[in-house]
C-alpha cells in the first residue's frame, strides 16, 4: 500500500529525523531567505508588550528571537509541535531565553490545549505545505479559535514562483541543489526529498485564504521576492 505522506505519525517522525540539520540546512540552502521571510512575516503585524502569542508549528523555535524582545518578560509565549525531536530542540532554545515566559506544547495543531480565544497573536512559518487541502480549513479554524476578537494572525510559505524562469529555478533548486547539498551535510538526506514533493504539490495559498475569509479572519496575501514566498495576514472578527 502507498504511504500517505499528510499523514500526522508520517509527517511527525519526519520532522523527528529532519531535526537535527533543519535549522543549518534551511538557512544555508535557501542562502538565508527562509529566516528573512520569517523574520518579516513576524515583523509585519504589531505585537506589543505583554501579550500573548502563539508560535504554531514552531519547529525548533527560530521566530521566538523576533518575539519576545516585543512581547517582553510580562508577555507569554505559546509554542506548540508535534514532533517530540523539534521540541527537545526547542526546549534547548527555552534555556537561553529564562527570564521569559515560554509555555511548549507537544502536541497535534489539531488537538491542542490551547484555550478559545485567549492568544493576540498567530504566528505560523513554514508549517503549511505538510497540509491536504481538507485540513487547511481545520487549520483555519483553529487559528481563529484560539485568538481572541481583534487578535492578528501572520503565516508564511515558501511557494512556485509565477514567472516561468523563476519557476526552472525553484525547480532546479528543489530537485537538484536541496538533494545534493542534504546528501553532504544532513543526517537523513532522503527526508529533503520529501520537502521537494510537499512544496511541489502544495497550491493552498487561495484556498486558506477563502477558509480564514470565510471564518472571520479578513485576511489578505503578501508576495515575496516575485512570489518565491506568501505570506497571509489577518486579524479576526
Ligand atoms: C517546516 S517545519 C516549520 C518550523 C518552524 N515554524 C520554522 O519557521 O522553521 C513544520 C513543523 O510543523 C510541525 N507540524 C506539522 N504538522 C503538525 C501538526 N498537525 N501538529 C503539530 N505540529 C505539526 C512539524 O513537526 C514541523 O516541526
Not at 78 to 104: C, G, H, V, W
Not at 164 to 192: D, H, M
Not at 203 to 210: S, T, V
Request: net charge neutral.
Amino acid at each position: 500500500m502507498e504511504e500517505n505522506i499528510y499523514q500526522d505519525h508520517f509527517v511527525a517522525k519526519l520532522f523527528d529525523r529532519m531535526s537535527p540539520s533543519y535549522e543549518f540546512m534551511n538557512s544555508l540552502t535557501s542562502l538565508g531567505f527562509y529566516p528573512f521571510w520569517r523574520q518579516q512575516a513576524i515583523e509585519i503585524i504589531s505585537i506589543g508588550k505583554g501579550k500573548k502569542v502563539t508560535d504554531l508549528l514552531t519547529g525548533p523555535g527560530e521566530s521566538w528571537k523576533h518575539i519576545l524582545p516585543r512581547i517582553g518578560t510580562e508577555g507569554e509565549l505559546t509554542a506548540l509541535d508535534f514532533s517530540t525531536s523539534m521540541i527537545q530542540l526547542a526546549e534547548k532554545r527555552k534555556e537561553r531565553y529564562p527570564e521569559y515566559n515560554i509555555k511548549l506544547h507537544c502536541e497535534n495543531v489539531f488537538n491542542s490545549g490551547i484555550k478559545d480565544n485567549s492568544q493576540d497573536v498567530v504566528i505560523c512559518c513554514y508549517g503549511l505545505k505538510t497540509f491536504e487541502h481538507a485540513q487547511l480549513e481545520q487549520l483555519a479554524l483553529e487559528i481563529l479559535r484560539i485568538l481572541k476578537p481583534g487578535g492578528s494572525f501572520s503565516l508564511v510559505e515558501v511557494a512556485m514562483p509565477e514567472t516561468q524562469w523563476l519557476k526552472n529555478c525553484y525547480r532546479f533548486y528543489l530537485g537538484k541543489v536541496i538533494p545534493f547539498l542534504s546528501k553532504f551535510l544532513a543526517e537523513n538526506p532522503e527526508t529533503y526529498n520529501y520537502l521537494e514533493t510537499y512544496s511541489n504539490n502544495f497550491e493552498g495559498f487561495d484556498l486558506m485564504l477563502a477558509h480564514l475569509e470565510k471564518h472571520g479572519g479578513n485576511p489578505s496575501m503578501h508576495k515575496r521576492f516575485f512570489g518565491c514566498a506568501k505570506g497571509i495576514t489577518g486579524v479576526k472578527s
